[in-house]
């Protein structure tokens, strides 16, 4: 871990700074502009190598989603003056396109680049995203209206995607394995639901996911959290595992014992010490590994790196020794591997065992996890 503690050591003081100077000074204006069609509206789903929009992708509905979050949340944290016209027009564009537009309730999985429908899954992980954009926008304003749509799209995952074995099916039409990334995503969503209305419901929902982790998400033995599971939860062996979900799970149980004051210390300190099991030479998480702590796949993308430097925010926010450090040693890291792209405001996605990216274009999903690492950062590190 020698490059590791180098990159520490380097720079690390006034990196949380740095960061939001790069969301705001490039970022922000590049995924604004280059990556808003102004054309047939909506966000790009990515850009070229060369930083050009890239028109003809498809247009997921949970990449909408995301760029709406990020400008709303810029917006609530006063970094970008435009952030809230920003969010505002991409949810209308996607309440107008993507919202039932086959006459069947629930948000498509893609769009066409002209604003058709491209694939009419009713995909839950996208939903989960649906509802964190809209919390997100409904605590700018408290709008009635996007109070109305979050409340539409829990009674279509109530009414059309709830697990009779508990959380909530992979989307419209059932699919297997079932997986805990959707059910993480909810998870986040109904925490950020409580924050925007503080209605005590999003408390109990969030709780559901709260008790389906202890259940059957997390195995208390081997201290990992599985990827794949039966129709009942059950595990299927052999265990994939990736740690930059352990790594995610430590700062949502974080956020849900804030609002709810339920303790979730133990297990945050066993994911975050399994996560670290799956570090390569230069100190990032690797994409996959199994239950036994081995590696899967070496390869390491972006979003993991941002997963880890939110954990250690989460035990520095609880006061956990020489977390703050590892915080932001895990963001230097971020920055010079993952951002340090010859497009301003642009990012490189994932990289082999030997530092070659493995991803020619620049992807708009991976902008909320760095906003949402650079924000959390700044509350509880700056």
Known sequence: MAEAESFAADGAADVVARLKGRIIDHALPLWSTTGWDSTAGGFVDRLHQDGTADHAAPRRTMVQARQIYCY???????WYPDGRAVALKGLEFLLAKAKAPDGRPGFVFSLTPEGGVHDPLRDTYGHAFMLLALATVYSLDRDAQVRAEIDALLSFLDSQLRSPHGGFQEGLPPSMPRRQNPQMHLFEAMIACFDATHDLSFQNRAGDFFALFLANLYDKQTRVLGEYFEE?????????????????????????????????GRPRGELLASALRYRDATGCLIDEGDAEGNIRRHSRRLWPQSELAKAWIAQAESGEAGAADEARAALVLLERHYLSHPVAGGWYDQFDRDGASLV???????????LCAVTEAEQVLA
């Open 72 to 78: 709303a949340k810029a917006a609530q944290l006063g």
């Open 232 to 264: 009942d939860w059950s595990k299927i062996p052999p265990v994939s595992v990736e740690p930059g979900h352990l790594a995610e799970w430590v700062w949502l149980l974080k956020g849900f014992e804030r609002i709810t004051g339920c303790p979730t």
């Open 360 to 370: 020619a274009t620049i992807p708009a999903s991976s902008f909320y996890h760095v």
